[in-house]
């Protein structure tokens, strides 16, 4: 068995001190009954021999035990050296190996301890009962030691269990979140490219008639302007989608068809009714969007707006009902890059301790990934008694889909 240093330290004190109680016995200091000379040299070789073994005790714990026993019955100098190898007996085998050795090492010893009684005892009986329970209690110690650490294993081995489920979640979150995304950005990909279908097809007609009939250049240069905006913005989606699926290395399933009715995407227009919705369910919610009128608001940014709104409702609902919520939208064309910044918080409920607070769970891991998405931070803290779920997202130039 590998020792570690604390072992080294555990086991060397171990040795100095059944090495002490040998040498008292053996140059008389000890209140032992005395024995004969003949007995002594047994006992005193027994005793030191015994004391050595002990360093083998953690690997060989019931050879151990068993050699205690049989010394046990001739040795007064090897008393302490006993005690410990019950200890280590029970604590590396169990109650079985423990208690039986134990009750072997007494039966054993019952002829040396009614005929050699220390005098301050006087009783053999009394003097047998004392051995005895020492020997009990070193096993009931040893058993002690076991419980514990087995306790202290097996809390380890669930917290690692459910860090690793947690990983997993986390993990499964993070997957699901992409191929959610990835789905939006396919419906928001294929509106953009049927509309630059239907542009091109139009352009080439316009191409076709002005080989017979004088077609205005301006009208020619709307057609070509209105294919090269949609293909930029169609490039920009597609981005976006190969950004989201990029990760760990998956087989990605293909999904089916929905036939064209998925829902519409949630846009920042949605909000209001989301807010209303909130409203009707009994909650306390105040709405600020400012600074977005003029202001060039991708699709899948507004997407992601919303979803953040609708998970902080969700978390004050859950954790702080009857609280006030306060949602502000708010984008800065003044910044470097421009960007949104989305907040949404709530009061904390009085009494409530950090450890009740809403954890990062699979939606906000999802949300984080939307946000890291298009190049934001996102964030969730405790400022001044309130809950903050908290965003900003750089806006690219480009027209809203």
């Not at 019955?73 to 208690?99: D, E």
Request: hydrophobic share 50%; glycine share 8%; proline share 5%.
């Amino acid at each position: 068995m590998h020792r570690t240093a604390r072992d080294w330290v555990v086991d060397s004190l171990v040795f100095l001190v059944c090495a002490a109680g040998w040498a008292a016995e053996t140059f008389g200091a000890s209140t032992a009954a005395p024995v004969p000379v003949w007995l002594q040299w047994i006992d005193v070789a027994s005793g030191g021999l015994m004391c050595l073994a002990l360093w083998w005790r953690r690997d060989f714990p019931i050879v151990i035990g068993l050699t205690a026993a049989g010394i046990g019955a001739v040795s007064n100098s090897g008393g302490f050296a006993l005690i410990v190898a019950i200890f280590s007996l029970a604590l590396h085998r169990g109650w079985r190996w423990g208690y039986g050795v134990a009750v072997l090492a007494q039966v054993l010893a019952v002829p040396h301890l009614v005929t050699f009684v220390p005098e301050s005892i006087g009783s053999p009986v009394a003097w047998t009962v004392i051995v005895t329970l020492w020997v009990l209690l070193a096993a009931t110690a040893g058993l002690m030691v076991r419980a514990r650490r087995q306790l202290v294993w097996m809390l380890v081995a669930r917290a690692e269990e459910a860090k690793r489920h947690e990983v997993s979640n986390i993990a499964a979150a993070r997957t699901a979140e992409r191929e959610r995304i990835a789905r939006e950005m396919h419906d928001v990909l294929a509106h953009r490219l049927s509309l630059l279908a239907v542009h091109a097809g139009a352009l080439e007609v316009r191409i076709d008639r002005a080989r017979d009939a004088q077609v205005p250049a301006a009208e020619l240069a709307e057609s070509v302007s209105v294919v090269r905006r949609s293909a930029h913005q169609s490039l920009e989606e597609l981005r976006e989608v190969l950004h989201v699926l990029r990760g760990p290395a998956q087989a990605a399933a293909d999904r089916p068809d929905d036939g064209g009715t998925a829902p519409p995407a949630p846009t920042l227009d949605g909000l209001p009714a989301l807010v209303a919705e909130a409203r009707g369910g009994g909650q306390q919610v105040n709405l600020e969007v400012a600074g977005t009128s003029g202001v060039s608001v991708p699709a899948s940014v507004q997407r992601t707006v919303y979803r953040m709104v609708q998970e902080g409702l969700t978390n004050a609902r859950k954790h702080a009902p009857g609280s006030r919520v306060r949602v502000l939208v708010e984008t800065h064309a003044h910044w470097v890059p421009p960007s949104l910044t989305v907040q949404v918080s709530n009061q904390l409920l009085p009494g409530v301790s950090a450890a009740e607070l809403p954890s990062a769970g699979t939606g906000q891991v999802g949300l984080a990934e939307r946000v890291a998405v298009h190049g934001g931070t996102f964030e969730r803290a405790v400022r001044e008694g309130e809950y903050v779920l908290e965003a900003r997202i750089p806006l690219r130039s480009s027209s809203s889909s």
